[in-house]
Structures are given as structure tokens and as C-alpha cells.
């Protein structure tokens, strides 16, 4: 088992930056694939990035390629989210889940983590 808190995300304006982390409690924290999923009010939650347990393998949805960077510390038990050129459609709630050990869908399904954070609210304005 695995705790996950999100932390970083604040009010900002179209083109700015932020980097979001998540803090994981548990040793075997560095063992998993970690991802990010973002959600806004009454839609369903989104795939955004994920990364290998050692970093050499990272995903994204389209629309966040080039502006977004996954990246992790498994010395710090902890995976990052950079965000650039932040766009107003990048409001949501994110939050940071544990892939699970075994599972065979693909890395942008939701159902293959098992673990999640509380989330943290990034606001984009025009």
C-alpha cells in the first residue's frame, strides 16, 4: 500500500508554468509505473502522462505533448508533472495514481491504477 498527496497547484494565467508533485509514502514506491489523470467538474477524469518505474518511458495524451513533462525522484518518492504554456483547458483537478503490479490494459486506462492522491486544482485563466 501506497499514500499519494499532490501539491503545486495554484491560480495562473494562460502561457505561465507550474509544476506539480506527488509525495508517496510506501518503500516500494519506485517499483510502479506512476501517472497523472486530470478531471473537471461533472466530466470524466482524463489520462494526462505517465512514466516507467525508472523514468526511460514516458506517455501523454496529445494535447498536453510539448508543454507537459512527467518525471520522477525515486530517491525522493516523488513524480512531477511540469506544465508550460498552460492553456485555460488545462482547469482541472489532477491527481497522481500508482499503475497497478498486474494488469493488462493500456497506461492511459484509469482502471490500471490502484492508487490515487487527493488531487490538487490547477486554474488557468484568459
Known amino acids: 500500500q501506497v499514500q499519494l498527496v499532490e501539491s503545486g497547484g495554484g491560480l495562473v494565467q494562460a502561457g505561465d508554468s507550474l509544476r506539480l508533485s506527488c509525495a508517496a509514502s510506501?518503500?516500494?514506491?519506485?517499483?510502479?509505473?506512476m501517472g497523472w489523470f486530470r478531471q473537471v467538474p461533472g466530466k470524466e477524469r482524463e489520462f494526462v502522462a505517465s512514466?516507467?518505474?525508472?523514468?526511460?518511458?514516458?506517455a501523454y495524451i496529445d494535447s498536453v505533448k510539448g508543454r507537459f513533462t512527467i518525471s520522477r525522484d525515486n530517491a525522493k518518492n516523488t513524480v512531477y508533472l511540469q506544465m508550460n504554456s498552460l492553456k485555460p483547458e488545462d482547469t482541472a483537478v489532477y491527481y497522481c495514481?500508482?499503475?497497478?503490479?498486474?494488469?493488462?490494459?493500456?497506461?492511459?486506462?484509469?482502471?490500471?491504477?490502484?492508487?490515487w492522491g487527493q488531487g490538487t486544482q490547477v486554474t488557468v485563466s484568459s
Open positions: 495514481a500508482q499503475r497497478r503490479r498486474v494488469t493488462n490494459v493500456e497506461v492511459t486506462d484509469e482502471t490500471g491504477y490502484d492508487y
Open positions: 512514466i516507467s518505474w525508472s523514468g526511460s518511458s514516458t
Open positions: 510506501g518503500r516500494t514506491f519506485s517499483t510502479y509505473r
